[in-house]
């Protein structure tokens, strides 16, 4: 078994280091375990957030980086230092909507969190996601945003992808 040993930040500025320790929750003694480090620092997605680059990306960080680093490897323990870039904050520059043939493209748009010139946040994009699904008009299945950055001028477009639900109703008496 191996160890978790010294875990340092570099690179960071927005945030402190005690609390980026906090939200990764891995302290000095525990268990090695590569997988819990990626899903704490956001590199594999997880469905519950609390992860760093969760923090990052709802304060507009979209082109923010982290890399954990092994320091230094004796006996048991492994020590780590994770490099972080975190880039320019981007803001929404087009939100297009797509595969809507009955349903008006102002309903879909009142639903929507990700608004132009607003900053980026992953958390809007979810939520925005969801208050489409709940109109009940489109399969919930094929929501999907798709999600197009700019680096140089540090602006996202959104397509919003939707497939119109077949709500047609026959009674007969």
């Known amino acids: 078994k191996y160890y978790f040993g010294n875990i340092t930040w570099k690179g960071n500025s927005k945030y402190s280091d005690s609390l980026l320790t906090v939200i ?5 003694g525990d268990i090695y375990n590569a997988e819990l480090l990626n899903k704490k620092l956001g590199k594999s997605i997880s ?3 609390g992860d760093i ?9 979209l082109f923010f980086q982290v890399n954990p680093i092994e320091t230094a490897v004796y006996n ?3 020590d780590f230092e994770i490099q972080m870039q975190e880039g ?3 803001t929404f520059k087009n939100i297009r909507i797509a ?3 009955r349903t008006k493209e102002y309903v879909i748009r009142r639903e929507l969190r990700t608004l132009p010139g607003e900053k980026f946040s992953r958390a ?3 939520r925005s996601q969801r208050e489409i699904a709940n109109l009940g008009f489109f399969n919930q299945e094929t929501i999907t945003p798709n999600i197009v950055p700019n680096q140089e001028d540090g602006t996202v477009d959104v397509t919003w992808k939707v497939e119109e639900r077949s709500s047609d109703q026959l009674e007969l008496s």
């Open 76 to 78: 048991d323990t492994i």
């Open 53 to 61: 680059s969760g923090l990052y990306m709802d304060d507009g960080y």
């Open 24 to 28: 990764l929750g891995i302290r000095k």
């Open 99 to 101: 595969g809507n043939e």
């Open 88 to 90: 320019p904050q981007a």
């Open 124 to 126: 809007d994009v979810i």
């Open 47 to 49: 469905p519950e957030g």
